[in-house]
């Protein structure tokens, strides 16, 4: 069958976006490319633009906004979110086509880290849980506040009539995959099809203020969860550094806990202040 891809991106023209593409038009039989731009000014658009049946649409205000913009434009009975720091692996069309049934809204194919530094921040659960990379992948989309869009098959009619909250700027996947559940319809979560995960640690205090705003917002996150991932931290870091000596991952892993920790804590303390005036 043929699918529409939402394809979002922002200044996306590093090396792994040439993989990316190349890797979708072998691997899936793309009807429209419907490229959802955030003013890219480092030729993302000339790269896109040089293959077949591309459209391209203006976008500000987030990834939420633009993420409704691609589902408002598909015209697919199916259609294909996509990242533009994903690799697909081979006939992943036609492995997500074999798990499609009449309850099955949307299909996830594991997104395995090619990126090391995500990969090394992962490696001390396997010791943890007694499960390979793909497995622990599984595991977390099952378990997480995430949505998983990264490279996910779904039926379009079931989110047509989505409304997606224009600040959910980290979570409109979430919100994505809630709207599927809530209809009755599953969220497959596959081991195949899979796709390589090249995503850029990013864990600035603006960013991860932005979560900890957002997880108190929506209910995606408790602050004792918070807290208790702020707690493990040091062992997690400690664990990191002693199985790959990768400095850079533990330290990102550390500046995730810290900085949304202390964003969390920040919040609540507002919150009872406001609550309780002297």
């Given at each position: 069958?043929?699918?529409?891809?939402?394809?979002?991106?922002?200044?996306?023209?590093?090396?792994?976006?040439?993989?990316?593409?190349?890797?979708?038009?072998?691997?899936?039989?793309?009807?429209?490319?419907?490229?959802?731009?955030?003013?890219?000014?480092?030729?993302?658009?000339?790269?896109?633009?040089?293959?077949?049946?591309?459209?391209?649409?203006?976008?500000?205000?987030?990834?939420?906004?633009?993420?409704?913009?691609?589902?408002?434009?598909?015209?697919?009975?199916?259609?294909?979110?996509?990242?533009?720091?994903?690799?697909?692996?081979?006939?992943?069309?036609?492995?997500?086509?074999?798990?499609?049934?009449?309850?099955v809204?949307?299909?996830?194919?594991?997104?395995?880290?090619?990126?090391?530094?995500?990969?090394?921040?992962?490696?001390?659960?396997?010791?943890?849980?007694?499960?390979?990379?793909?497995?622990?992948?599984?595991?977390?989309a099952?378990?997480?506040?995430?949505?998983?869009?990264?490279?996910?098959?779904?039926?379009?009619?079931?989110?047509?009539?989505i409304?997606?909250?224009?600040?959910?700027?980290?979570?409109?996947?979430?919100?994505?995959?809630?709207?599927?559940?809530?209809?009755?319809?599953?969220?497959?979560?596959?081991?195949?099809?899979?796709?390589?995960?090249?995503?850029?640690?990013?864990?600035?205090n603006?960013?991860?203020?932005?979560?900890?705003?957002?997880?108190?917002?929506?209910g995606?996150?408790?602050?004792?969860?918070?807290?208790?991932?702020?707690?493990?931290?040091?062992?997690?870091?400690?664990?990191?550094?002693?199985?790959?000596?990768?400095?850079e991952?533990?330290?990102?892993?550390?500046?995730?806990?810290?900085?949304?920790?202390?964003?969390?804590?920040?919040l609540?303390?507002?919150?009872?202040?406001?609550?309780?005036?002297?």
């Amino acid at each position: 069958m043929k699918c529409d891809v939402v394809f979002l991106t922002k200044n996306s023209n590093k090396p792994v976006l040439h993989d990316c593409i190349r890797a979708l038009y072998a691997n899936v039989n793309v009807n429209r490319l419907l490229v959802i731009d955030e003013g890219s000014t480092d030729g993302t658009l000339d790269l896109v633009s040089a293959y077949p049946n591309v459209e391209t649409h203006q976008t500000k205000g987030g990834r939420a906004v633009a993420r409704q913009r691609g589902i408002d434009l598909v015209e697919t009975e199916w259609h294909m979110q996509l990242d533009s720091d994903i690799v697909l692996c081979d006939d992943w069309q036609a492995k997500a086509e074999k798990l499609i049934a009449d309850d099955v809204g949307a299909i996830w194919g594991c997104d395995i880290p090619g990126n090391p530094r995500i990969l090394h921040r992962v490696i001390p659960m396997q010791f943890v849980r007694h499960l390979d990379v793909p497995g622990l992948m599984i595991r977390n989309a099952m378990t997480r506040d995430r949505g998983n869009t990264n490279d996910t098959l779904i039926r379009t009619e079931v989110v047509k009539d989505i409304r997606i909250p224009s600040d959910l700027h980290v979570f409109e996947d979430w919100y994505i995959r809630k709207h599927i559940e809530d209809k009755g319809y599953r969220f497959v979560l596959a081991r195949e099809p899979f796709c390589l995960h090249y995503s850029e640690p990013s864990f600035s205090n603006e960013s991860c203020a932005q979560m900890a705003s957002l997880q108190k917002k929506y209910g995606r996150q408790s602050f004792l969860t918070t807290a208790k991932y702020f707690l493990l931290g040091p062992a997690k870091c400690a664990a990191i550094l002693a199985l790959t000596r990768d400095r850079e991952a533990a330290s990102d892993q550390w500046h995730y806990y810290w900085r949304v920790f202390k964003a969390r804590l920040k919040l609540e303390v507002d919150e009872l202040l406001e609550s309780n005036p002297r």
